[in-house]
């Protein structure tokens, strides 16, 4: 049973160009979270998404950050004219419900670095 | 919003040894969660707490929750170089979805 992937494992953009990074849930989960860790910082959330729908994306910087979890494919979390702050690791986790006291399953990230 | 304080923040200990890994939070408990993180890798959960006084083990490592204090603690008997990486503790957030976490305890064991 493949956990939670990730891809790409690491991602170096340019700044102004846009990255894509790309989350597969664990078989049988239909809930996908994204945080962020920054240097010297904490994971931080950023959205949580059910199929086809934003549940809370209130941790999602308010510009050129975008998420999706299409019917069919992986869950997509978009950053637009990426900047030398965005660099970090992303991380996907997903469960099986929502709600509180659900165990959430940690992919191994991308790495995004930002020249 | 809810804050999670670690201590300590980084450990060093030989192998063999035990050590325990503290956790404090701003605000009530709802569900408490620790996790593993070895280097430039993912998060492995660990175990998840759910009720005051509620104490879990696997293997060699044993967490406790301590509702009214506000606080978790893991401890780890007879360290081992295996169990070296970043401890996080994570928690139910006031929406229920997010995951509020600290910033980490780094544990390096040496032989």
């Known amino acids: 049973n493949a956990g939670v992937m990730q891809n790409p494992r690491h991602l170096v953009r340019r700044r102004g160009q846009e990255a894509r990074l790309r989350c597969s849930p664990m078989?049988?989960?239909?809930?996908v979270y994204w945080y962020r860790q920054l240097p010297e910082e904490g994971l931080k959330f950023m959205v949580y998404?059910?199929?086809?729908?934003?549940?809370?994306e209130s941790g999602m910087p308010k510009e050129r950050f975008s998420a999706e979890f299409p019917k069919e494919g992986p869950s997509i979390l978009r950053i637009q004219q990426v900047v030398r702050g965005d660099s970090a690791a992303y991380f996907c986790?997903?469960?099986?419900?929502?709600?509180?006291?659900?165990?959430?399953?940690f992919g191994a990230g991308t790495r995004l670095s930002v020249l | 919003s809810q804050e999670l304080e670690q201590s300590p923040q980084s450990l060093i200990v030989q192998e063999g040894k035990n050590l325990t890994i503290n956790c404090t939070s701003s605000?009530?408990?709802?569900?408490l969660y620790w996790y593993k993180q070895k280097y430039g890798e993912g998060l492995i959960f660990l175990m998840m707490?759910?009720?005051?006084?509620e104490e879990k083990s696997h293997e060699k490592i044993t967490a406790k929750l301590d509702e009214k204090k506000q606080q978790s603690s893991l401890h780890i008997t007879a360290s081992q170089p295996s169990h070296a990486g970043i401890y996080l503790c994570?928690?139910?957030?006031?929406?229920?979805?997010?995951?509020?976490f600290g910033k980490g305890t780094s544990l390096l064991v040496t032989p």
């Open positions: 986790a997903s469960s099986r419900t929502g709600g509180g006291k659900n165990i959430q399953y």
């Open positions: 078989k049988g989960h239909s809930h």
């Open positions: 998404l059910q199929k086809e729908n934003i549940i809370d």
């Open positions: 605000k009530t408990l709802y569900g």
């Open positions: 707490l759910q009720k005051g006084g």
């Open positions: 994570g928690a139910d957030s006031n929406s229920g979805y997010a995951l509020n």
